[in-house]
């Protein structure tokens, strides 16, 4: 075959001659290039795969710099791997040339680049060197490669963003014809320097979140509650290596970063610093106390320690802003949705926002901003900022997305948007925060990231060159450490040459471009996958419940305090966004949390107790409270109820005092009209204001026995045999002139003591003292009830007896 001067076939020439042609065509031929609007639904172009025509499959992994500089040498490496089904021979990688000197003006047009497929014309004209030639490769080989090419070779000509393109020239066993067998792209910015643009000033979120782990338990060791979590996870994400450190690892790298911190994990890090921390062993049922036996202890507290010293350091740099959530993350958007007319949710929300800011500014030592509102992947519509604006919030970060700018903005406007009622939005851009979104692990996926977002930040920058606007880039909140990495290195890369990068403060103060959308979408338009994941109406309803009952609770303990905090704190982690990604652990964490509450609120009770009998028509019914609780109730009375008040009625309650791990014995007065079985309802209430139902109602049946009509009758014939004595004493003593009798005179009724009915009074044996651990449960009492002179109850402190019963309420024991 003859070849050309150039050692390439003639063949190879024309159609590199036709390519170019096809190239020059389509330039003349397009119709213009629109700008999208920024915030639009825009994403990286997808992996390349193979085809019957394409069968090579390219990566671009590296590209060194990352922004060409005039007289330069750029160098591209990755891997050429034959996708097909037949062997590749005397293949070549090669770098294309641009097709036109002129950079790609539009964000539009880089979107065009990133979704293209096939090797076209548009892709420019292959160098003839550098090349790279390929050995054989078999179906299924890869061969990586490196290029490396003068800047001047490219013909770019002014400052701007172009596109890199490597392709592979061969042919295949199947069809033997020279021919592009596939292509990667990427895109080179090329910088001359000098450029007058007003750099764009960007804010960078960085996330330090996770899902909560600290339960509502807590154990005693000596005169310290020691915290209780439900896994160990955290210990080696603080550990070097782990996500959150290298997240405040790299991070401390950054200047104008703002740091988002839940404070919720604040506090389990300085949790995790008590060397005695417990984590529950897996399987235990997370609704029973902490205990040895069902807890392992921690061993995350050296790593705690140091990493909270480490974000101590990282967020006190000059130019950082600490952004504090509300405590827990609460997902707004589930409960703008699910939970709005739920009146404990409005609440929670502002506790949460209060308890935010003061955990971070006490565990950080710095000033925080906790006006800020941030819905799950910032998606808004008009119920979220609603929600939001009423828990306080009156900035939120919103994903662009939600708020697309109209067509007829060609340029991407700066991020702050007022969206009425005092509130403001800051708008992420969602083409640049998307490159961000996946765990960026692979080095194809690394540079494609970071080069699309020079490309990108370096357009937006140079749309209007001399209209600063501001850019918010918003990476998801569980934003991994390879990904960190890479926004770090990206965000390097531009620094100082077109983006300014600022906290969150000098972003929001930024005047709003009057073109840029402000209207909030409605409900209707909330997207469809991210509703799926939202906690629903009966998370939402269970967890305003256990407000109410923690409420409750908090009425009758004296110290309070060791209760409310753990578990106000785990209502909100309850209401956690981070259950989104976890949707079976919340709801065991929720559920753990509404059942160590009914056990403690459980904990102060009415045994169980069947019968109770009343022999006479007067006496006492004896009902034990028992508390096993470690701290002494008070604030709660006792109210005996009858479903047949005509035939049986009690007297009224009374408040009682129960003391830690111990019983008290109430005696209601009760006066019986009839015969027969009669049911009794016994129910705590608290005292004060509103009183409320504590805890559940026992009953039981009281049988009467012995109010009958034959005592009527007794009495009668007793007080005529009484008045005939009485007589006839008198008629004895005139008759004698007033000498006593020789018998003496003999008081009525001397005898054996009686209860007033003609039976003999019932007595209370004697029990020994209680101690703690091994306290009985006293309940309705089974045995005669006990007569009293008083009109009320009468509360009697009750102990165990030595082989662990309670004589007084039967033989039912508590314990193990």
Same mark, same amino acid.
Not at 285 to 302: Q, W
Not at 314 to 321: M, P, T
Not at 424 to 444: E, H, I, R
Not at 572 to 597: F, M
């Given at each position: 075959?003859?070849?050309?001067?150039?050692?390439?076939?003639?063949?190879?020439?024309?159609?590199?001659?036709?390519?170019?042609?096809?190239?020059?065509?389509?330039?003349?031929?397009?119709?213009?290039?629109?700008?999208?609007?920024?915030?639009?639904?825009?994403?990286?172009?997808?992996?390349?795969?193979?085809?019957?025509?394409?069968?090579?499959?390219?990566?671009?992994?590296?590209?060194?710099?990352?922004?060409?500089?005039?007289?330069?040498?750029?160098?591209?490496?990755?891997?050429?791997?034959?996708?097909?089904?037949?062997?590749?021979?005397?293949?070549?990688?090669?770098?294309?040339?641009?097709?036109?000197?002129?950079?790609?003006?539009?964000?539009?047009?880089?979107?065009?680049?990133?979704?293209?497929?096939?090797?076209?014309?548009?892709?420019?004209?292959?160098?003839?060197?550098?090349?790279?030639?390929?050995?054989?490769?078999?179906?299924?080989?890869?061969?990586?490669?490196?290029?490396?090419?003068?800047?001047?070779?490219?013909?770019?000509?002014?400052?701007?963003?172009?596109?890199?393109?490597?392709?592979?020239?061969?042919?295949?066993?199947?069809?033997?014809?020279?021919?592009?067998?596939?292509?990667?792209?990427?895109?080179?910015?090329?910088?001359?320097?000098?450029?007058?643009?007003?750099?764009?000033?960007?804010?960078?979120?960085?996330?330090?979140?996770?899902?909560?782990?600290?339960?509502?338990?807590?154990?005693?060791?000596?005169?310290?509650?020691?915290?209780?979590?439900?896994?160990?996870?955290?210990?080696?994400?603080?550990?070097?290596?782990?996500?959150?450190?290298?997240?405040?690892?790299?991070?401390?790298?950054?200047?104008?970063?703002?740091?988002?911190?839940?404070?919720?994990?604040?506090?389990?890090?300085?949790?995790?610093?008590?060397?005695?921390?417990?984590?529950?062993?897996?399987?235990?049922?997370?609704?029973?106390?902490?205990?040895?036996?069902?807890?392992?202890?921690?061993?995350?507290?050296?790593?705690?320690?140091?990493?909270?010293?480490?974000?101590?350091?990282?967020?006190?740099?000059?130019?950082?802003?600490?952004?504090?959530?509300?405590?827990?993350?609460?997902?707004?958007?589930?409960?703008?949705?699910?939970?709005?007319?739920?009146?404990?949710?409005?609440?929670?929300?502002?506790?949460?926002?209060?308890?935010?800011?003061?955990?971070?500014?006490?565990?950080?030592?710095?000033?925080?901003?906790?006006?800020?509102?941030?819905?799950?992947?910032?998606?808004?519509?008009?119920?979220?900022?609603?929600?939001?604006?009423?828990?306080?919030?009156?900035?939120?970060?919103?994903?662009?997305?939600?708020?697309?700018?109209?067509?007829?903005?060609?340029?991407?406007?700066?991020?702050?948007?007022?969206?009425?009622?005092?509130?403001?939005?800051?708008?992420?851009?969602?083409?640049?925060?998307?490159?961000?979104?996946?765990?960026?692990?692979?080095?194809?996926?690394?540079?494609?990231?970071?080069?699309?977002?020079?490309?990108?930040?370096?357009?937006?920058?140079?749309?209007?060159?001399?209209?600063?606007?501001?850019?918010?880039?918003?990476?998801?909140?569980?934003?991994?450490?390879?990904?960190?990495?890479?926004?770090?290195?990206?965000?390097?890369?531009?620094?100082?040459?077109?983006?300014?990068?600022?906290?969150?403060?000098?972003?929001?103060?930024?005047?709003?471009?009057?073109?840029?959308?402000?209207?909030?979408?409605?409900?209707?338009?909330?997207?469809?996958?991210?509703?799926?994941?939202?906690?629903?109406?009966?998370?939402?309803?269970?967890?305003?419940?256990?407000?109410?009952?923690?409420?409750?609770?908090?009425?009758?303990?004296?110290?309070?305090?060791?209760?409310?905090?753990?578990?106000?704190?785990?209502?909100?982690?309850?209401?956690?966004?981070?259950?989104?990604?976890?949707?079976?652990?919340?709801?065991?964490?929720?559920?753990?949390?509404?059942?160590?509450?009914?056990?403690?609120?459980?904990?102060?009770?009415?045994?169980?107790?069947?019968?109770?009998?009343?022999?006479?028509?007067?006496?006492?019914?004896?009902?034990?409270?028992?508390?096993?609780?470690?701290?002494?109730?008070?604030?709660?009375?006792?109210?005996?109820?009858?479903?047949?008040?005509?035939?049986?009625?009690?007297?009224?309650?009374?408040?009682?005092?129960?003391?830690?791990?111990?019983?008290?014995?109430?005696?209601?007065?009760?006066?019986?009209?009839?015969?027969?079985?009669?049911?009794?309802?016994?129910?705590?209430?608290?005292?004060?204001?509103?009183?409320?139902?504590?805890?559940?109602?026992?009953?039981?049946?009281?049988?009467?026995?012995?109010?009958?009509?034959?005592?009527?009758?007794?009495?009668?014939?007793?007080?005529?045999?009484?008045?005939?004595?009485?007589?006839?004493?008198?008629?004895?003593?005139?008759?004698?002139?007033?000498?006593?009798?020789?018998?003496?005179?003999?008081?009525?009724?001397?005898?054996?003591?009686?209860?007033?009915?003609?039976?003999?009074?019932?007595?209370?044996? @004697?029990?020994?003292?209680?101690?703690?651990?091994?306290?009985?449960?006293?309940?309705?009492?089974?045995?005669?009830? @006990?007569?009293?002179?008083?009109?009320?109850?009468?509360?009697?402190?009750?102990?165990?007896?030595?082989?662990?019963?309670?004589?007084?309420?039967?033989?039912?024991?508590?314990?193990?």
């Amino acid at each position: 075959m003859a070849r050309a001067a150039d050692g390439r076939s003639p063949g190879r020439r024309a159609r590199r001659f036709a390519a170019a042609c096809a190239a020059a065509l389509t330039l003349f031929t397009a119709a213009p290039a629109m700008a999208l609007p920024s915030g639009g639904n825009i994403r990286p172009a997808a992996d390349a795969t193979a085809t019957a025509e394409y069968p090579v499959v390219l990566t671009i992994e590296a590209v060194t710099p990352q922004v060409a500089a005039q007289n330069g040498t750029v160098s591209i490496s990755g891997h050429v791997t034959n996708g097909g089904k037949s062997a590749i021979k005397g293949a070549h990688a090669a770098v294309r040339k641009p097709v036109s000197s002129k950079p790609l003006q539009r964000r539009s047009e880089l979107q065009s680049v990133a979704t293209r497929n096939a090797p076209g014309g548009a892709d420019g004209v292959e160098l003839d060197s550098p090349q790279y030639a390929l050995p054989e490769l078999k179906p299924g080989e890869s061969q990586p490669y490196t290029l490396s090419v003068a800047v001047s070779d490219l013909g770019l000509s002014d400052s701007g963003v172009y596109e890199l393109a490597v392709d592979a020239w061969g042919a295949t066993a199947e069809n033997p014809h020279d021919r592009a067998l596939g292509i990667a792209r990427t895109f080179l910015p090329y910088s001359q320097g000098g450029t007058e643009a007003q750099p764009t000033k960007i804010t960078t979120l960085w996330p330090l979140v996770h899902a909560p782990v600290l339960a509502a338990q807590t154990v005693s060791d000596n005169d310290q509650t020691v915290p209780v979590l439900r896994d160990d996870s955290l210990a080696a994400e603080f550990a070097p290596g782990g996500r959150l450190y290298e997240l405040v690892d790299t991070g401390s790298k950054l200047t104008g970063l703002t740091w988002v911190v839940d404070p919720d994990l604040l506090d389990t890090a300085f949790a995790m610093t008590n060397k005695l921390y417990r984590v529950q062993k897996p399987g235990t049922d997370p609704g029973k106390p902490a205990r040895d036996d069902n807890t392992v202890p921690g061993t995350g507290s050296a790593a705690a320690a140091a990493w909270l010293e480490k974000l101590r350091a990282a967020v006190a740099k000059q130019g950082s802003q600490v952004v504090a959530l509300p405590y827990a993350d609460p997902d707004l958007a589930s409960i703008a949705h699910n939970g709005a007319d739920l009146t404990g949710m409005g609440t929670a929300l502002n506790k949460a926002a209060t308890a935010g800011r003061l955990t971070v500014e006490g565990r950080l030592s710095v000033d925080t901003r906790s006006d800020v509102a941030w819905p799950y992947q910032g998606y808004l519509d008009q119920q979220i900022a609603g929600v939001a604006r009423q828990a306080g919030s009156g900035l939120v970060l919103v994903n662009g997305a939600s708020m697309p700018e109209p067509d007829a903005v060609n340029y991407t406007p700066t991020a702050v948007r007022p969206i009425g009622n005092g509130q403001n939005a800051l708008v992420a851009d969602d083409t640049v925060s998307s490159l961000f979104q996946k765990d960026l692990t692979s080095p194809k996926d690394q540079t494609e990231a970071t080069q699309r977002f020079l490309a990108e930040t370096y357009t937006i920058t140079h749309e209007q060159p001399q209209n600063q606007r501001g850019l918010l880039v918003m990476p998801p909140r569980e934003l991994s450490a390879a990904t960190a990495k890479v926004l770090a290195g990206a965000l390097q890369a531009a620094t100082d040459k077109w983006l300014t990068p600022v906290k969150l403060d000098a972003l929001a103060q930024s005047a709003p471009d009057p073109k840029s959308n402000t209207a909030l979408p409605s409900p209707a338009d909330y997207p469809t996958q991210a509703r799926a994941t939202e906690l629903s109406a009966a998370d939402l309803s269970g967890t305003d419940k256990i407000q109410q009952d923690l409420d409750v609770l908090m009425r009758v303990l004296t110290l309070p305090q060791r209760v409310r905090g753990p578990f106000s704190a785990a209502m909100v982690r309850s209401l956690s966004t981070e259950w989104r990604a976890q949707g079976p652990a919340g709801d065991t964490y929720r559920e753990g949390v509404t059942k160590y509450l009914k056990e403690l609120t459980g904990a102060v009770k009415v045994p169980p107790k069947t019968v109770v009998t009343l022999a006479g028509n007067t006496g006492q019914l004896q009902v034990s409270v028992k508390n096993d609780l470690s701290q002494t109730v008070t604030n709660l009375k006792l109210k005996l109820t009858s479903t047949q008040p005509n035939r049986l009625n009690v007297s009224q309650p009374e408040e009682l005092v129960i003391p830690a791990a111990q019983s008290v014995t109430l005696r209601f007065q009760a006066e019986a009209h009839n015969n027969g079985p009669v049911t009794m309802t016994a129910q705590l209430w608290t005292t004060g204001p509103n009183p409320q139902k504590y805890g559940e109602p026992q009953t039981f049946r009281v049988e009467v026995t012995s109010v009958t009509n034959g005592v009527l009758y007794v009495f009668a014939g007793a007080g005529v045999l009484l008045l005939l004595a009485a007589l006839r004493f008198v008629r004895q003593r005139k008759r004698r002139g007033g000498q006593p009798h020789e018998d003496g005179d003999q008081p009525v009724g001397d005898g054996p003591a009686t209860d007033g009915t003609g039976g003999a009074a019932a007595t209370e044996p @004697e029990a020994p003292a209680e101690g703690p651990g091994n306290s009985p449960e006293n309940g309705l009492e089974d045995g005669p009830a @006990e007569e009293s002179g008083g009109d009320g109850p009468v509360q009697t402190p009750r102990a165990s007896s030595p082989d662990g019963r309670d004589r007084a309420a039967g033989d039912e024991k508590v314990g193990p």
